[in-house]
């Protein structure tokens, strides 16, 4: 059974941290690049990072880009998404999902096959 189950939202205030981890099972990590997607209410979802299964390279939505961090630890197949410098807009559902094929974008979840059930972020100002 496929299962990809984020874990660590919560409560943040503005310019805080905090950590998402997303462990994956059933289908060959290594073949799969992850990324992470949040949804706030009332928006559409949003790609906000992927790593590449390929060549391991990192990509980040502008809108994240020099406060979040993605990493992955292919022997525990986690992915982490390291939020720093947190800002009301980044409160959402954050999601982790795996990605069979590139095909010319990260950030379009109608790519991406298996997805997990997403952990609530909310950043207070």
């Known amino acids: 059974e496929v299962q990809l189950q984020a874990s660590g939202g919560g409560l943040v205030q503005a310019g805080g941290s905090t950590r998402l981890s997303c462990a994956a099972s059933?289908?060959?990590?290594?073949?799969?690049?992850i990324g992470w997607f949040r949804q706030a209410p009332g928006k559409e979802r949003e790609g906000v990072a992927c790593i590449s299964s390929s060549d391991g390279s990192k990509h980040y939505a502008d809108s994240v880009k020099g406060r979040f961090t993605i990493s992955s630890d292919n022997a525990k197949n986690t992915v982490d998404l390291q939020m720093n410098s947190l800002k009301p807009e980044d409160t959402g559902v954050y999601y982790c999902a795996s990605l069979a094929v590139y095909s010319g974008s990260y950030y379009d979840p109608g790519l991406y096959r298996y997805w997990g059930p997403g952990t609530l972020v909310t950043v207070s100002s």
């Open positions: 059933g289908f060959n990590f290594d073949d799969y690049s």
